[in-house]
C-alpha cells in the first residue's frame, strides 16, 4: 500500500450530495465496527465478493472500487487476490479510516484517493479491469454521470459491478421503515426513497454508457435468523455485473 499522502483534487466537485457527504463523515470511525450502523455492509460484504468473483475472476486484476467508505469492500478485493486496488470517495475521513485499517492488516496492494469518479475517468481512461460502485448510485444528484465514468474506467472486454435499491412500495418498507426504524438495522434517513432507481432505469443508464448487462442478483433479509442472501428477485437491494464490449 502506498505510504503516500491521500491525494486530493482541486476542482469542485459537482455529482455529489453534501449532506451525504456529511452524514457519512460523522460515522467515519465506526466504519469497522461491525455491531455499528455499518453491520449490514459488514454482512452482505463476503455476497457482493462473490458475486463481482463469479462475473469478473477477481485474481490477478487492476480493480476500481467506487464510493468506497471505509474500505470494507476495497480491502476484501484486495485480499481475494486482485493485482491492485483503489478505492476512491468524496468523504475525506472515511478515506482515512480506510488507509488506517488497511496498514493495521498489512493490505499492500491496495491505495485511497479523494477523487470523484468523473475526474478520474478524465484522468485515467480504460484503466482498470474491474470497477465496482456498490451502494452509491443512490446517494448522488446524478447516477447516469456516475455510471458514464465507470463505463469510461474499465478497459473494453472488462466488468463493471453496481448495487443499488429498486424503487417500489416494497422497498420502501423493507430500505426504510424496516431497515431504519423498525429493526433499526442503520440510521434514519440514510436513504431518499426518491433517488431509488428501478432496474429497467439502470439498464437504461448502461446501455446508453456503452455497457451489455450481463448477469444480476438481488439481497434478501431473514429476520428470524438475521441472515442476508442471495435472490433472483430484484425488488430491493440488486447488483447488476455489465461488460464493456472489446470493440468499444
Not at 67 to 96: H, M, P, R, Y
Amino acid at each position: 500500500m502506498s505510504t503516500e499522502n491521500l491525494p486530493t483534487t482541486t476542482a469542485q466537485p459537482q455529482n455529489v450530495d453534501p449532506g451525504e457527504i456529511d452524514k457519512f463523515s460523522q460515522l467515519a470511525h465506526k466504519w469497522w465496527d461491525k455491531e455499528s450502523e455499518f453491520k449490514p455492509l459488514h454482512e452482505i460484504n463476503p455476497l457482493r465478493l462473490k458475486f463481482i468473483d463469479d462475473y469478473a475472476a477477481i485474481s490477478g486484476k487492476t480493480i476500481l472500487d467506487v464510493g468506497c467508505g471505509g474500505g470494507i469492500l476495497t480491502e476484501a478485493l484486495a485480499q481475494a487476490g486482485a493485482e491492485s486496488v483503489t478505492g476512491i470517495d468524496l468523504a475525506s475521513k472515511s478515506l482515512k479510516i480506510a488507509k488506517l485499517h488497511a496498514l493495521e492488516n498489512k493490505v499492500k496492494n491496495v491505495n485511497y484517493r479523494v477523487v470523484s469518479v468523473e475526474e478520474l475517468a478524465q484522468e485515467s481512461p480504460a484503466h482498470f479491469d474491474v470497477v465496482t460502485c456498490m451502494e452509491m448510485l443512490e446517494h448522488v444528484p446524478d447516477p447516469a454521470s456516475v455510471v458514464r465514468a465507470c463505463a469510461s474506467l474499465v478497459r473494453p472486454d472488462g466488468i463493471v459491478c453496481f448495487s443499488t435499491i429498486n424503487r417500489n412500495p416494497k422497498s420502501y418498507l423493507q430500505a426504510v421503515v424496516a431497515a431504519e426504524y423498525l429493526l433499526k438495522l442503520m440510521p434514519r434517513g440514510t436513504h431518499d426513497y426518491r433517488k431509488f432507481i428501478t432496474p429497467a432505469e439502470l439498464a437504461r443508464l448502461c446501455r446508453a454508457a456503452g455497457l451489455e448487462w450481463i448477469g444480476s442478483s438481488g439481497f434478501s433479509y431473514n429476520p428470524l435468523n438475521k441472515k442476508y442472501y442471495l435472490t433472483d428477485r430484484l425488488d430491493v437491494n440488486y447488483m447488476i455485473a455489465c461488460r464493456k464490449p472489446a470493440n468499444a
